[in-house]
């Protein structure tokens, strides 16, 4: 080694001063508390990433009409089906690109470009003046954001083992919470000038752009979440050896022979361990992001069409009682359930029991009053539950099944297969 590097045995690992890496590693062996601070890196750096994901589906229907490309006003949730699926077509074209940029470069650099994104094109989206406008902000969006597949190795990376579980619920639940609070500040802050023509005059940037606030507001949020992510610690390893730079890191007593053909995705095409968590993942992911734009079509939906003919503001009190709701769980009760009964069974009860509470939403248009509102919020919050325990499982299963040099790249798969499955959902669940 270099005379800049600094060996530093600690329980018979090695630790180079100079790798950032070895830094985190360091600090985990040293750790004893609960990483509360790394917990709550990982999930204000998810949030930001899935509020905008589905923060437009409460106001779609009314941006899309009032684009008038529909001509007729059941085709408007059919058009709006495509603006739904351009983030994850976006998004499948270069998954497996920025997690190899990850596996190369770090993790950081991916997750501040991927926040970044956020701030710039999100913005953008509010600003759409016309149906063209939307999908391609959108597709952009999706195109340069590969945070999504990383942070789940930098969340294993970051944790000791027996944390990893929380590390990786963390973002679940995050990811979760974006999808509820991101539609409840779409229905609350889209239409302003109608909403409160009080505070917002029609002749206002608002009132000219009904949909810009709530984007705006997540992207100011996302913005604060890039400069503070300048701090975040770097976990891929660094080490010099004769003048050259390698990112991988191989533990004591593993041997780095044909480097290049273990790391290559062929590699990972044949690790059936990885592929059938992403397979479930991605069958499970197609169906939620079905599940999270047709609900919002369905209560803003007129009654002679089989809808609830709620407001976006009815629709937002929905998903914020639900976000409550399902905060409360991931943080308190499936680590536990996970200790118990391990994610496999947890995501197969979670997969039943989705079953018949999915067949008893079309009854519940038939309910009026307290009764409606309360088995509404109630099915709402218990299938996100469901789902959220569900993709928590077969991230632990994702991560578990290659090393940390492949990370970056198994997981830009998963995020590929899940982005062309999620940009199927809402293009069918929207025409459907």
């Not at 406008?133 to 190795?153: D, E, V, W």
């Not at 992001?289 to 369905?298: C, D, G, N, R």
Request: charged share 15%.
């Amino acid at each position: 080694m270099g005379g800049s590097e600094v060996k530093k045995p600690l329980l018979n690992k090695i630790y180079y001063k100079s790798c950032p890496g070895c830094q985190v590693d360091e600090n985990k062996e040293l750790q004893v508390r609960l990483p509360i601070k790394e917990v709550l890196y990982i999930w204000i750096v998810v949030l930001c990433v899935a509020l905008p994901i589905s923060s437009l589906f409460p106001f779609l229907y009314f941006m899309v009409r009032d684009f008038n490309i529909a001509e007729k006003e059941e085709d408007i949730s059919y058009y709006a089906g495509f603006v739904g699926s351009a983030y994850m077509i976006g998004r499948a074209l270069t998954s497996v690109f920025w997690g190899v940029v990850a596996d190369r470069y770090g993790r950081k650099p991916v997750i501040l470009l991927g926040t970044s994104t956020v701030v710039i094109f999100n913005t953008l989206f509010g600003f759409s003046v016309n149906y063209w406008m939307a999908i391609i902000t959108r597709f952009l969006l999706g195109f340069l954001n590969g945070l999504l597949g990383p942070i789940k190795a930098y969340s294993c990376e970051l944790f000791r083992e027996e944390h990893q579980a929380l590390g990786l619920s963390s973002i679940s639940t995050s990811w979760g919470i974006g999808l509820i609070i991101g539609p409840s500040l779409g229905g609350f802050l889209a239409q302003p000038a109608e909403n409160f023509p009080g505070l917002v005059s029609p002749d206002s940037l608002f009132g000219r752009f009904p949909y810009l606030l709530p984007c705006l507001c997540i992207s100011m949020f996302a913005l604060c979440v890039t400069i503070a992510a300048i701090w975040l610690p770097e976990t891929l390893h660094f080490h010099k050896k004769d003048g050259l730079e390698s990112a991988f890191y191989v533990p004591d007593g593993e041997e780095k022979t044909d480097e290049k053909k273990d790391s290559s995705l062929i590699s990972l095409l044949k690790n059936w361990p990885l592929m059938s968590s992403i397979i479930v993942y991605c069958v499970f992911s197609l169906h939620d992001m079905a599940y999270t734009e047709i609900f919002s079509l369905w209560a803003v939906s007129p009654k002679s069409l089989g809808g609830l003919n709620y407001s976006t503001e009815d629709v937002g009190t929905v998903l914020s009682i639900t976000g409550v709701g399902l905060l409360l769980f991931q943080t308190s009760l499936y680590p536990i359930a996970e200790r118990i009964f391990g994610p496999i069974i947890v995501a197969r009860i979670s997969g039943v029991l989705s079953i018949p509470l999915l067949t008893a939403y079309p009854y519940i248009a038939l309910l009026s009053g307290f009764m409606l509102s309360f088995t509404l919020n109630f099915a709402s919050m218990v299938k996100n539950i469901l789902s959220v325990s569900i993709i928590t499982g077969t991230f632990m299963l994702q991560n578990k099944a290659v090393d940390q040099r492949q990370r970056g790249a198994a997981n830009g798969i998963a995020m590929t297969l899940q982005s062309i499955c999620k940009a199927i959902g809402p293009a069918c669940g929207g025409a459907l």
